[in-house]
């Protein structure tokens, strides 16, 4: 574990979608958590998803549920966090994370060890 890598991110229209993908490279330890957090322009880090990884349950913020699904391949070792209907608002730099010792679908920064470079999504209205 320790090495994630993003990809998917653009510049869409408001409304559009689009699909982040986090890689991680190595063997994940079994049943530990990973998310998606953001940072919008001049504000700070938010949580925005989390996935627990042997059942794949799911925790997000208020803003984005029912727009955004986080998933898993397990066979992979990939996160996804597919974005539907989106707003400016989401334009942010988008981070995955992965812990080593927290089993649930956590929203706290604190609970993740390894965190991706980033990868920009910006919304046009």
């Known amino acids: 574990q320790g090495q994630l890598v993003e990809s998917g991110g653009g510049l869409v229209q408001a409304g559009g979608s689009l699909r982040l993908s986090c890689a991680a490279s190595g063997r994940r330890p079994n049943d530990f958590a990973m998310a998606w957090f953001r940072q919008p322009p001049g504000k700070e880090r938010e949580f925005v998803a989390a996935i627990e990884w042997t059942y794949g349950i799911t925790y997000y913020r208020d803003s984005v549920k029912g727009r955004f699904t986080s998933t898993r391949d397990i066979d992979t070792n990939t996160m996804y966090l597919q974005m539907d209907s989106l707003k400016p608002e989401d334009t942010a730099v988008y981070y995955c994370?992965?812990?080593?010792?927290?089993?649930?679908?956590?929203?706290?920064?604190?609970?993740?060890?390894?965190w991706g470079e980033g990868t920009q999504v910006t919304v046009s209205s």
């Open positions: 994370a992965e812990s080593i010792t927290v089993d649930w679908a956590s929203s706290r920064a604190h609970d993740y060890d390894y």
